[in-house]
């Protein structure tokens, strides 16, 4: 099992740019979260998908949109970057809508804006 | 939301046991309590969750009190490896996301 994969590892963008990142689930994980991580804090959480459906969202701007496919796998947008979008980019996958289920987190992706 | 409150950093010998404290003084009924470990540039990982008593696996203890408003992480004898951020997190029942906090970073001394 590979466990929750998130691509690419590292990216640098400049100001106004926009991003796509992209996690595959855990396998037999039908619900994907995505947090930002600034350094020295802790996630953040920004969205959440279930059935292809943002069921959740954080404090966060209509610059940062997401996906879900049907085979689970999530995409997250960020449009119009700003310096401050800096930060370790985390999916999370969990089976089933119940938040008592443990949640799997990728290795998270870099994003460095200049 | 159950607000969460545990120490910034800890220190601690190889081979000792390490308890980490976190307080949620208004944690609601259905609240469950759980604890994830960070590495540098890694995702979060699940340590282990609990709703009262004491719940043990094979990494940690996890001791909460009848009152349920505090609760203890107790990793025993501690390596260099368990160098990192312990995040204790209080989540309600049902679909609701994680909320982190700063945590607390554990630093490990030979």
């Known amino acids: 099992d590979a466990g929750v994969t998130q691509s690419p590892t590292h990216l640098i963008k400049t100001r106004g740019q926009q991003v796509t990142l992209r996690c595959s689930p855990k396998?037999?994980?039908?619900?994907v979260s995505w947090y930002q991580q600034a350094l020295g804090q802790g996630p953040q959480f920004i969205f959440q998908?279930?059935?292809?459906?943002?069921?959740q969202r954080g404090n966060f701007p209509d610059r940062f949109s997401g996906h879900q496919f049907p085979n689970y796998s999530s995409e997250l947008n960020v449009n119009a970057l700003l310096l401050g979008d800096s930060a370790l980019y985390l999916c999370?996958?969990?089976?089933?809508?119940?938040?008592?289920?443990?949640?799997?987190f990728g290795p998270g992706t870099r994003l460095t804006v200049l | 939301l159950a607000k969460t409150t545990q120490p910034i950093s800890m220190d601690s010998y190889e081979g000792q046991e390490v308890n980490i404290t976190c307080s949620h003084n208004n944690i609601a009924t259905n609240d469950y309590i759980t604890w994830y470990q960070q590495f540098p540039s890694q995702g979060p990982r699940f340590i282990i969750q609990?709703?009262?008593t004491k719940v043990t696996n094979e990494v940690a203890s996890l001791f909460i009190p009848a009152d349920r408003k505090s609760s203890t992480l107790s990793l025993p004898r501690v390596s260099l490896s368990d160098t990192a951020v312990y995040y204790c997190?209080?989540?309600?029942?049902?679909?609701?996301?994680?909320?982190f906090g700063k945590g607390t970073r554990l630093s490990v001394i030979a």
């Open positions: 999370a996958s969990r089976e089933g809508s119940t938040s008592y289920n443990e949640q799997f």
């Open positions: 396998s037999g994980h039908d619900t």
């Open positions: 609990g709703y009262k």
């Open positions: 997190l209080v989540y309600h029942s049902g679909n609701t996301p994680l909320v």
């Open positions: 998908y279930y059935e292809e459906e943002e069921r």
